[in-house]
């Protein structure tokens, strides 16, 4: 048997919790020496409950140990960037959540130290992983839609996030659209060259308040010519509402909701379905799992990852251009973003 | 028992004989005493079908005829601002088929003599008597669904007209959208302020070659602060595709397409549904009839029509801006097409 | 054009009217001329509401009349298998509601008049021209399910008649099951030889007390060797629900419920869709017009009717073996109810 | 933290390697000390897999080592009622396979070894695990279907099981339907006093030919006077079918089938959902190891096991009460089969 892939967790947050149990649980072929955050005693904690051996309250320890492989890159936004440039001078493959940074200077200089030393970069597009969202990208890349006409992505939260979050978040653009710009790229596998971004606060005045949208509506133009459209929502009250479909010349490939169970209530009330999975960690359970078995996969065969750093910087920049067409209320070419 | 509303119906094609059939069969509380087009055959041949005693090649006779409440303006798009001014000047009730005109000035000439003449006018936006859009329309008045976020409108036909019908249409948004225009009005009982237009020939490059577009995606922003989304494509091959959502903060209604029944097939090769009723006329089948007995009611009790020539002016003005939207690439108030 | 099927009318009840609003408005091949009801005044209202010339008192009259060509025989089943007789011996075609009669030596008799005569007789099972039920059955036929395993059928009214209609109904095999004994025979083109009936009174005491139950399972074992199973209850408080599937080698095939639309509501209570049809008067609507146009074909082509009389007899059989296996617990073989 | 439960398993078929997955990786409060099966070499591949310590070819053993607290029983049938009295007498809780044996008395002197010892016994009827199961049960304990009018239960296999397999199973109510028979027990929290049986080979003559049916229908009677009815087939080409419905007088719960994903397409040939999982080990996957977190629950608490030895009872005298009723075409009392 080949020898298992050693990881640092860096961020003991939610998601640092999701890699943790995941590494340490369910992916055979992973081994978790270490988990380092900011916050000591949260490292502390989370070392202890997946049986972790090392906790430390400093991140950068990480990158010189030698009994590490690998670093999962758990902690705020804005230490993305630097953490990813540390890990490739130390010689570290990095998987890093998403956004890479908020800006496109910031993603280059990632992307071109990943590049100068050779290892590899995975964003956490966990979406990617979702079983529905890969069926319709495979079906669409197999031509089972034949040529494509329009995508339709929704995307609404079950309910807003804290304001404080949301006033460090980079706007709705860049913390909750972001997915659905990389989804939009990863259905049809092409570039989009031009959004058009309207935006409301129509949940929370406060959210307004704080300088940012609730509510979304992006347009976009394919290089191939396609048509996409985006719609993005901070709160469904039923649940996470995730759904996408892609329109082509040979018919229409779709998904619905999952949920928790497939019970159906038949009362004078109604016929009643299960709601939709509420929260994001349930609804992508196995998609959190799968995608680090991508990149230790990708390790161990010396392969090129799933979710490269080109992906990565695409939705930022994606996400940038919706920003301004937000405040220019008019179409804006992704060459205005990002010249080439 | 009341009189019957006797109507004569001028233009014999496709959409007069489906009011013919509603007419002479399906509606007690009317007769069709006359019908007339300028292909005076077509107009024999229908007649003779559906036992009509009078059919004339000259659809001005009709508004001599003391014997005739109400016509049912059911000839081409450039007629009817016209035939509506003449039946009003006439006392005739004017039942008329969307759009009014092509431009508002013809638009507003139309409604300004029905005004003066005190007669009623309704606009064939049939889909507004769709039981499942009408029911959602509803849900959403009284307050079903809470505060409104967002609407999103998806209209897909399952093939693209005869290119000699496109050229004359007033393209997509004129000729496909306006319905869509009208349901978003119908859906939130608001207007809508601002639109902002993507389009793209992917269907068919001849439909590119005659001017006009297959696909396309227009954003709205409503008076409220809602957003709508609209997107339209001339092919779905597997059926005329036609649901609406509202997102508000109780939560989202929809509706999932009609279909001829509800069989299900369960195979190998998977597990098959009906496909959604082909044509709009199977669709829409119930919504005809519905549509002329809310015109007849209203004439026998006096009554405010549904659809009014408001009503009928509105998508007009919504498709030009888009259009202009779509020419320009950037958003464009309403008052830049129709000034307060 | 051929000429019309002018009809008289027997019974003013709620069927009557059902099939009288259908021939006179909703079918250009037929007329009704008369209608007679043993309660004259039910008689001449159901005339008055329809335009029928003639409301008579007395049935009997009909089947003198010489501008009668068929009878529709919608009075209380005691009199069926008699009107049958008559309108045979009179040369008048008969479309009968069902059943024939409660014992199979009245079916008989009928059926004898039917074949000395040489006039059509079509039994009112109106559920053979569902499009749901049509559409299965034409796969079954057509071998899409291959070799049949099983049936299963489930049938539940949304609540049970008056206790008078049960008391007089012959007991719910033969009043309600009636008709799945003939989907059954339908679905497979197939006879049954075996029944197993099960009963309970769980819907109300009083239904008991009447000498009926009101929730059955009925064993079926055909003579091609697949096994059926039809469940019946009196009372499903969401609505009127009948629902079958066929499975075989090949796969299976079933029907949903018919709704009244498609609309779905999500909110923090659930995904609630649209409940069934209620009544099985709006839910067999479209084929109640069917039948009689199959009907009216029948006799306008000189062809074989769709239901026959035989059709008509062997779910009486069926409903007796049924209520004699309630009895004795055991099966029934079809051969001691009715000897080859 | 409480101590781990040290498991020992017996046979490392297919079924014992599940529960040696879920006890090795998946369940943090077990851990796996020995596995044994007859075939030693099984045994061993089975312990490298999941790196189990000991792996061994004599079953017995298990039970005298001191380090087991429980033995998962995975072996033959032939080979449950004799394991469970062996782990009884040596103080070890068993998790036991159904059924416990193809007759009562085999069943009633495991019975009684376990409960002169005072040891826990689950038996394993993985599916009362299943979510969409024990929705349905919560629901009906709850009131929520008020007075239960009718059960109905389909159970398919995507196909049967080898010859082999079938002549050693006890037959199809032993084999396939015990399942189903133990869901109708929990669905409702009551016991069946009567049931009525009807089976045919449809599937395969081979099946028949070694003294089996394939294909089945039995009906059933409450204690409560709630009707019940269960089919089964060794055959559905599209998958796993499973799906149960209990109707009352509020209404009717039902589940439909789980699916790998919720991926619709839309073309010209249909409608196509995903297929039902194919497999059983796919559709409860979680249940198998939920089950097992049930039974590890009531050690660790010392409580009632979830599914107890009467559990394990009552599905074997059902099973074999439909035998008879099969063979003697009568309703067969449980009193028969079981005096009180």
Redesign the interface.
């Known amino acids: 048997m080949e020898q298992k892939v050693r990881f640092a967790i860096i961020g003991a947050g939610r998601i640092g919790q999701v890699h943790a149990e995941n590494l340490t649980?369910?992916i055979?072929e992973a081994e978790v020496v270490a988990i380092a955050d900011v916050v000591q005693e949260a490292a502390e904690q989370t070392a202890q409950r997946f049986g972790i051996a090392q906790a430390s309250g400093e991140p950068e320890e990480v990158f010189g140990r030698e009994d590490v492989d690998a670093v999962a890159i758990c902690s705020s936004t804005e230490t993305h960037a630097d953490f990813i440039i540390q890990a490739a001078r130390a010689g570290k493959h990095a998987f890093c959540e998403k956004p890479i940074a908020l800006d496109l200077p910031a993603v280059d200089a990632a992307l071109a130290a990943v590049a100068e030393n050779g290892t590899k970069l995975q964003i956490g597009f966990n979406r990617r992983f979702d079983?529905?969202f890969r069926?319709?990208r495979d079906?669409v890349r197999s031509g089972?839609v034949g040529?494509?006409?329009?995508v339709?992505i929704?995307s609404?939260d079950p309910a807003p996030p804290p304001l404080s979050y949301i006033r460090g978040s980079g706007g709705l653009f860049l913390d909750m659209m972001i997915h659905d710009f990389d989804m939009a790229r990863f259905l049809l596998d092409d570039e989009v060259e031009e959004v058009?971004a309207?935006?409301?606060?129509?949940?929370d005045p406060a959210i307004g308040e704080a300088g940012d949208i609730d509510?979304?509506?992006v347009?976009l133009?394919y290089v191939c010519?396609?048509?996409?459209?985006i719609?993005n929502?901070r709160?469904?009250?039923?649940g996470g509402?995730q759904r996408v479909e892609v329109?082509g010349?040979?018919?229409?490939?779709?998904?619905?909701?999952?949920t928790?169970?497939?019970?159906?209530?038949?009362?004078?009330?109604?016929?009643?379905?299960?709601?939709?999975l509420y929260f994001f960690l349930e609804r992508y359970m196995a998609a959190y799992a799968d995608e680090l078995r991508s990149f230790i996969s990708a390790i161990r065969d010396d392969t090129e990852v799933e979710v490269t750093g080109r992906d990565g910087r695409a939705p930022v920049a994606l996400a940038l251009a919706a920003g301004r067409s937000y405040r220019e209320?008019?179409?804006i070419a992704l060459s205005e973003i990002s010249p080439p």
């Open positions: 649980r369910h055979q079983p529905n069926n319709i079906a089972e040529t494509p006409y329009l339709q929704t609404r058009s309207s935006g409301a606060v129509r949940v509510t979304a509506v347009t133009r010519g396609a048509l996409g459209v719609t929502s709160q469904a009250v039923y509402d329109l010349s040979l018919g229409s490939i779709l998904c619905e909701n999952n928790p169970d497939r019970v159906i209530r038949q009362t004078e009330a109604g016929v009643v379905h299960a709601k939709p209320n008019r179409a």
